[in-house]
């Protein structure tokens, strides 16, 4: 506090001395430069509003002493760029060079913004100021532009604040990271839906065609084979005839055959078959535009998120994302909510009916807890979480586009399954020991304190006792004492 009260004054006291002083101004047209006439009336100027200053004192107090105006909005556009990214612009820059270097102005110039003051000072040297006693002056200057920046009308820069402000939002979101963010969830979001109406095309083409060839569905079972060989063959009578060698191996193609010569279907008319035909050419287009967006959220993801992806897949890790709203936002989101991304019903219904909570959500479909033993696949997704927790805020707010630390952590979960698969078999490495060791006895459906449990080896004086008849646990719950002999060989024990 002392410092800065120190500084304050300092200040206050440097710019008591100055004869002459220099404000830079920025505007939407162009870049002015005022020199003050007087600083003890700017020092007054302070307190005061716009609404009680009179133009016509203000022009006696600041002068115009340049101004650049911009030649179009493009160059507007990219020296404001400049100046947000804290950067002096080479407009700026030629502008000072010819304003205040080349006529060897060595006064103290204020800006209104401290970046573009330590830009200037680190490019040009000149000496640079900037307070919060001057933030009131660059308010009023900017309310009275259009009165002490001659040549500069209202309309004309109006109609240059309303094009920076769209060039400038357009420059924005076109370089923004939401904006990739939305390319992936709409990617992923397609690709689901697509899958979803290539099972119900294909379940209606296999009832459809079933009626005339119903042995070719138990044959084959995959979904883009049987819409292949539905558009080869047509008829099933033609069966024999087609070659289905680049489609069917050779044992299922002649049973496939066989299969159409004793088949019991019934027949079908040209236009059921042309329109069951269309239906497998729907079929065989969508399932060709799914793997081109499989292939094109691949490269996505392997350029966006890389750790994130290395560790659970494009499809999980793109999943993640679209359910969070974006990659920044996901990165906010602590290890535990992850692990139940896309289980929020069951877990709210878990908590309203006190019953277990789930393990996981989304992050299920990953290969390494879906491979995981049904014991340590809550354990598994646990720590698969807290590293995926850690890629996604290296993804999302770090500069490094490699997969090092993705790679590190996705050995880590291999090693740690591994762990835990053999703690699960009984092949840990711990150490053993050769005694067998007694368990705890389980607690009564009472829930009461079991004096059995204490115990783990008993002298051969007192097994008699604690076997023998009723144990403690029961003379306690009856409310029975204790006999002398029982105490004092407690008391040994």
């Known amino acids: 506090y002392q410092r800065r009260v120190h500084g304050i004054i300092k200040e206050a006291h440097i710019f008591s001395k100055q004869k002459k002083m220099f404000l830079l101004f920025e505007t939407p047209?162009?870049?002015?430069?005022?020199?003050?006439?007087?600083?003890?009336?700017l020092k007054k100027l302070e307190k005061l509003s716009p609404d009680t200053i009179k133009p016509d004192a203000l022009d006696q107090l600041l002068s115009l002493k340049a101004f650049y105006k911009f030649k179009?909005?493009?160059?507007?556009?990219?020296?404001?760029?400049?100046?947000?990214?804290?950067?002096?612009?080479?407009?700026?820059?030629?502008?000072?060079?010819?304003?205040?270097?080349?006529?060897?102005?060595?006064?103290?110039?204020?800006?209104?913004?401290?970046?573009?003051?330590?830009?200037?000072?680190?490019?040009?040297?000149?000496?640079?100021?900037?307070?919060?006693?001057?933030?009131?002056?660059f308010r009023i200057i900017r309310y009275f532009q259009n009165t002490l920046?001659?040549?500069?009308?209202?309309?004309?820069?109006?109609?240059?604040?309303?094009?920076?402000?769209?060039?400038?939002?357009?420059?924005?979101?076109?370089?923004?990271?939401?904006?990739?963010?939305?390319m992936i969830i709409q990617a992923?979001?397609?690709?689901?839906?697509?899958?979803?109406?290539?099972?119900?095309?294909?379940?209606?083409?296999?009832?459809?065609?079933?009626?005339?060839?119903?042995?070719?569905?138990?044959?084959?079972?995959?979904?883009?084979?049987?819409?292949?060989?539905?558009?080869a063959v047509g008829f099933r009578q033609h069966t024999s005839k087609t070659d289905l060698s680049e489609i069917l191996p050779e044992d299922i193609e002649t049973e496939v055959k066989q299969a159409a010569e004793m088949s019991m279907g019934s027949d079908i008319s040209d236009?059921?078959?042309?329109?069951?035909?269309?239906?497998?050419?729907?079929?065989?287009?969508?399932?060709?535009?799914?793997?081109?967006?499989?292939?094109y959220l691949k490269n996505r993801m392997a350029a966006i998120a890389p750790n994130l992806t290395t560790m659970v897949g494009e499809l999980v890790a793109a999943r993640l994302i679209s359910h969070a709203g974006s990659i920044v936002?996901?990165?906010?989101?602590?290890?535990?909510?992850?692990?139940?991304?896309?289980?929020?019903?069951?877990?709210?219904?878990a908590m309203k009916t006190k019953k277990n909570t789930p393990k996981y959500g989304l992050i299920y479909s990953a290969s390494i807890v879906g491979g995981a033993s049904t014991k340590i696949k809550g354990k598994v997704a646990r720590s698969l979480a807290a590293k995926c927790s850690v890629c996604i805020r290296v993804d999302a707010l770090g500069e490094s586009a490699e997969s090092e630390i993705g790679n590190e952590c996705r050995q880590y979960i291999e090693s740690r399954v591994r762990f835990l698969e053999n703690s699960v078999n009984g092949e840990s490495g711990a150490f053993k020991s050769s005694k067998p060791q007694a368990r705890?006895?389980?607690?009564?459906?009472?829930?009461?304190?079991?004096?059995?449990?204490?115990?783990?080896?008993?002298?051969?004086?007192?097994?008699?006792f604690v076997s023998s008849g009723d144990n403690i646990g029961k003379r306690r719950q009856d409310g029975q004492d204790f006999a002398p002999a029982q105490k004092l060989s407690l008391i040994h024990i």
């Not at 000072?96 to 680190?122: F, H, M, P, R, Y």
């Not at 690709?191 to 005339?212: A, F, K, P, V």
């Not at 705890?440 to 008699?464: C, E, I, M, T, V």
Request: hydrophobic share 35%; aromatic share 8%; proline share 3%.
């Open 29 to 41: 047209a162009g870049y002015a430069l005022f020199e003050v006439g007087d600083q003890k009336k």
């Open 72 to 137: 179009d909005t493009k160059e507007a556009l990219l020296a404001t760029q400049k100046m947000i990214a804290g950067k002096l612009p080479k407009t700026l820059e030629k502008f000072l060079n010819k304003n205040i270097i080349s006529q060897e102005i060595q006064e103290n110039i204020a800006v209104a913004d401290k970046k573009i003051g330590k830009a200037i000072t680190e490019k040009l040297g000149l000496p640079i100021s900037h307070s919060k006693q001057l933030d009131e002056v």
């Open 188 to 231: 992923i979001s397609l690709i689901d839906d697509l899958d979803r109406e290539t099972n119900n095309y294909m379940m209606r083409l296999r009832e459809w065609y079933g009626w005339h060839f119903p042995e070719l569905g138990k044959i084959v079972t995959d979904s883009l084979t049987y819409s292949k060989i539905v558009k």
């Open 440 to 464: 705890p006895a389980p607690r009564g459906n009472n829930g009461g304190y079991n004096a059995d449990s204490d115990f783990s080896a008993l002298p051969k004086l007192q097994q008699n």
């Open 149 to 182: 920046i001659s040549g500069l009308s209202e309309d004309e820069l109006k109609s240059m604040t309303l094009g920076l402000a769209h060039g400038l939002s357009r420059y924005k979101v076109s370089f923004s990271s939401e904006k990739v963010d939305t």
């Open 271 to 295: 236009t059921d078959k042309l329109l069951i035909e269309n239906l497998a050419d729907q079929i065989l287009e969508l399932t060709a535009y799914k793997d081109s967006l499989n292939e």
């Open 329 to 349: 936002n996901l990165a906010k989101f602590p290890a535990s909510t992850i692990q139940i991304f896309g289980a929020e019903k069951a877990l709210f219904k």
